[in-house]
């Protein structure tokens, strides 16, 4: 792991670790301070569960919310391949270019870049692995996924993301 790298996830980890917990106890997403500024005050910061549940499928529900993980190599989003931009699929915000997106071999649609304006990050405890980045929509915080330092150039970061909590926008 290059030191560059390591840095980029120890910032994320820090800044993650610094905030407060929760109502539920877990640590919550910390959207930049410009992002939290957008943000804060974004009607998809007051939905409830039910509002959410009327929105969402059970699966993008359990994911985004919930911060569940769909079984691996069951989204559709790993073969798409056109030009376009992944957005969130609880709020529509734009998160990811086609571009950035690479076959990880892991069975999640996989990005070495993400739309800094649009995420969020914390500190994933709860894995058996360590602790990990975890990141989250910065507008309605629904959960997407993990981002790891193993990712190609020229980032060498690979995140992670669930497909439920996607939504792709054909360019």
Known sequence: MTTR????LSAAGLAAAACSGAADGQEPAIPSAANEARYANDPFRRLTA????ARLSPAAFDVLRQEGTERAGTS????????GVFHCA???????????KFDSGTGWPSFFRANRETIATKVDNRSLFG??????????????GHVFPDGPRPTGLRYCN???????VPA
Request: charged share 25%; hydrophobic share 40%.
């Open 90 to 100: 609880g709020c529509d915000l734009p998160l990811f270019d086609s571009r950035w």
């Open 76 to 83: 559709a989003l790993n073969a798409e391949h056109r030009r």
């Open 50 to 53: 039910e509002q959410w549940r």
């Open 5 to 8: 790298r390591l840095l980029l």
């Open 131 to 144: 602790a990990r980045t975890e990141y989250h929509c910065a507008r309605c915080l629904g959960h997407q």
């Open 162 to 168: 669930n497909g439920v909590a996607l939504r792709f």
